[in-house]
C-alpha cells in the first residue's frame, strides 16, 4: 500500500510519499510561505535528489495540485498516475474529545474538525484546507485523520482538568487535550523496543523539543499528562511560544500595555519564547552558536530557562507515575542538540539518572542512549517518524 502523507500548517504542507511494503520514503518535501508571492517548494524524491523552486502558491489547493503534480511527473516522479495512491493520511491537531483513534475522513469528521477550529485556530482551518483540496484532486481516494490529540484521550480528570467553574468544561469544552501525540506514542514504543521491554511495563518521560515543544508522562503505554492543554501555547518555553506564564499577564497586557486580545495572542504564539526571550532566533542552530562560539549572554540566559523549564516537567511527570524507568529526548532541537539534553539531565542524579555525555555527543540517526550502562533511569535519543506512523495509521484505518 501507498500512503500520502500530508502535515498542514497555516503557511506550510509537509508531505512524504510512502511505500508501507518496505517503509521506503519514495518522495517528500515541504511548500512554505503559502499565500505569499515567494512561496518556497521542496521536494525530493528518488530520481531527483534535491528540488527547491520559489513561485507564487496562492494557497493550499494550488500547493497540493503541484505535489500531485510532482509525484506524477515524467522526469522526476515516482508514480505513473493517481491510482498508484492508495490512501491519503492527515496529520490533524485538534480533534477535541471526539476522537481517541485514527478515523476515516467522512462528513461527521468534518463537522468536530470545524467545531475544533476555534480551540486551534493556528492548526485546524489548515488542516480542513488540505483535506478539501485532496477531496477534489482525488475525489476516491480514502482519506484519515491521524489527531494529535487522540493519544492523550487517556488522560485522568486530575491530569486534564483546569481548576475553572465546572461548566467551562462540560459547556465549553474547556480542558487540557494535550498534542503531538502521534510522536510521543511513537518513540515511547520505540523506547520500549530499545530497552527490550514491553511498553505496558514501563513509566517513560517523552520530551518532544522541535520549534513547538512537549512533555508527555506515558505510564504503561498510555499518556497520563502532557505539558500542552487547551491549546499547543501551555507548557514548556518554545521557540516562539512563551508556554506557561501567570494567567494575570494577558489581562496586565490589556488593561495597562492597551494591546487588544489578538496582539496579546499573537504576542505570545509568535513573539515569545527563545525568539523573544533571547532576542536573537527561535531557531536553535542559531543559539547554540551564540552561546558556544561567542558566549552570548542573552543566549545563555534564555538556554537556562529553556533547560530548566524541561527539567522541572520531567520532575513533575517522575512525581505523577510514582517513578520513571526512561526518558526519551525527540523532535528537531530534542534530537539534533546534545548540549539540550545535558543541560536538562545534569543533576538528576536523585532520580536515578546517571548521564553519559561522552554517548551524548552524538548526531546518529535512529535511537542511541544518553545515559551510562549502570544508569538506572534510561535516557534515550529517538528519532520520530511522525510521517510513518500517520501511514500506519491511515493502512490500520481503511484495512
Ligand atoms: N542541528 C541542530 N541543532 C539544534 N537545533 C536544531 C538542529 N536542527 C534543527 N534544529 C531545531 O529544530 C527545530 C525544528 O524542529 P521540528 O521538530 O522539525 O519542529 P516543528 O515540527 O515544530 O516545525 C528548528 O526550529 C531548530 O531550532
Ligand atoms: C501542536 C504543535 O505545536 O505542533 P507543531 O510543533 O508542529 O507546531
Ligand atoms: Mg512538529
Do not use: W
Amino acid at each position: 500500500m501507498k500512503v500520502l502523507t500530508l502535515n498542514c500548517g497555516s503557511s506550510s504542507i509537509k508531505f512524504q510519499f510512502i511505500n508501507l511494503e518496505n517503509e521506503d520514503v519514495m518522495a517528500d518535501g515541504v511548500v512554505e510561505r503559502i499565500g505569499e508571492e515567494d512561496a518556497l517548494y521542496t521536494y525530493k524524491s528518488e530520481k531527483y535528489s534535491v528540488k527547491k523552486l520559489e513561485m507564487p502558491i496562492s494557497d493550499h489547493t494550488v500547493g497540493i495540485k503541484e505535489i500531485l503534480k510532482n509525484l506524477m511527473s515524467d522526469k522526476h516522479g515516482v508514480i505513473k498516475d493517481q491510482s498508484e495512491i492508495d490512501a491519503v493520511g492527515h496529520r490533524i491537531v485538534h480533534g477535541g474529545e471526539d476522537y481517541a483513534d485514527s478515523a476515516k475522513i467522512n462528513d461527521e469528521v468534518m463537522k468536530v474538525l470545524d467545531k475544533c477550529c476555534e480551540l486551534a485556530p493556528l492548526h485546524n482551518p489548515a488542516n480542513i484546507k488540505g483535506i478539501e483540496a485532496i477531496t477534489e484532486a482525488l475525489p476516491d481516494v480514502p482519506q484519515v485523520g491521524v489527531f494529535d490529540t487522540a493519544f492523550h484521550q487517556t488522560m485522568p480528570s486530575r491530569a486534564f482538568l483546569y481548576a475553572l467553574p465546572y461548566n467551562y468544561y462540560t459547556d465549553y469544552k474547556i480542558r487540557k487535550y494535550g498534542f503531538h501525540g502521534t510522536s510521543h506514542k511513537y518513540v515511547a514504543l520505540k523506547a520500549a523496543e530499545f530497552v527490550g521491554k514491553k511498553v505496558e511495563d514501563l513509566k517513560i518521560i517523552t520530551c518532544h523539543i522541535g520549534n513547538g515543544a512537549s512533555v508527555c508522562a506515558i505510564d504503561g503505554g498510555k499518556s497520563v499528562d502532557t505539558s500542552m492543554g487547551f491549546t499547543p501555547l501551555e507548557g514548556i518555553m518554545m521557540g516562539t511560544r512563551s508556554g506557561d506564564i501567570d494567567p494575570a499577564i494577558p489581562m496586565y497586557m490589556m488593561n495597562n500595555m492597551k494591546m487588544s486580545a489578538d496582539e496579546v495572542n499573537n504576542v505570545l504564539n509568535k513573539q515569545s519564547g527563545m525568539l523573544g526571550l533571547s532576542d536573537i532566533s527561535n531557531d536553535m542552530r542559531e543559539i547554540e552558536d551564540k552561546i558556544l562560539k561567542e558566549k552570548n549572554d542573552m543566549a545563555i540566559q534564555a538556554f537556562e530557562v529553556y533547560t530548566y523549564k524541561i527539567k522541572k516537567m520531567i520532575g513533575a511527570y517522575a512525581a505523577a507515575m510514582n517513578g520513571v524507568d526512561v526518558i526519551v529526548f525527540t523532535g528537531g532541537v530534542g534530537e539534533k542538540m546534545p548540549i539540550l539534553r545535558e543541560d536538562v539531565c545534569v543533576n538528576m542524579e536523585y532520580l536515578g539518572i546517571k548521564f553519559d555525555s561522552k554517548r551524548n555527543d552524538s548526531f546518529a540517526d535512529g535511537t542511541f542512549e544518553v545515559s551510562t550502562d549502570e544508569s538506572r533511569v534510561k535516557v534515550l535519543k529517538v528519532q520520530t517518524n511522525e510521517e510513518l506512523m500517520i501511514a500506519l495509521e491511515t493502512r490500520k484505518v481503511l484495512s
